[in-house]
């Protein structure tokens, strides 16, 4: 009976864990539109060591979050993402994550219509904290964009 007990209490923290995961990571992409013009949200999210890799460079730490953000601000006027197909594998305090990310995004000062799409992947390293789950690695994997070329690289 206590293996029994033992096997279920593991069972129920290996899916609260995905739980968790899963939402810190739609956290993440809501934090990107919601509160793209402050930087308060960080450590809701990530490790104050994060590591983040995206095509257009990396950045480190909430200052490097911070930089990236201003990026953002200044080429996009609003944003649109969304997160999905979550592949979590757990080992004790250490989470690996894969999952799909598609975005929107339209140019400061252009037409609705004048915007372009990404889509990828990430993999990225969780780490639980006495916070709860935060992202310590993050690499972004560009697979195809679309629309107006002109905003790919402002």
């Known amino acids: 009976m ?3 007990i033992t096997a279920l209490a593991a069972q ?42 995206f095509p257009m460079g990396e950045y480190k730490g909430f ?11 200044k080429t996009f006027e609003t944003t649109h993402h969304i997160g999905s197909n979550y592949t979590i594998e757990l ?4 989470a690996d994550v894969r999952a799909h990310l598609t975005a929107v995004h339209v140019k ?22 006495p ?3 935060r992202i310590r690695r993050f690499v972004f994997d560009l697979v195809w964009a679309a629309g107006d070329p002109n905003l790919r690289h402002s």
């Open 2 to 4: 206590t293996e029994d």
């Open 131 to 133: 916070a709860g789950w």
């Open 12 to 53: 129920v923290r290996q899916f609260s864990d995905r739980a968790a995961i899963t939402e810190l990571c739609d956290r993440y992409v809501l934090h990107l539109d919601k509160d793209r013009h402050n930087d308060d949200w960080f450590g809701a999210v990530f490790t104050d060591d994060c590591h983040l890799t």
């Open 91 to 94: 080992d004790g305090d250490h």
């Open 63 to 73: 200052d490097g979050l911070a930089a990236f953000q201003q990026m953002a601000r």
């Open 108 to 129: 400061r000062s252009a037409e609705p219509a004048a915007h372009f799409d990404i889509g990828g992947h990430y993999e990225a390293v969780a780490v639980r904290t």
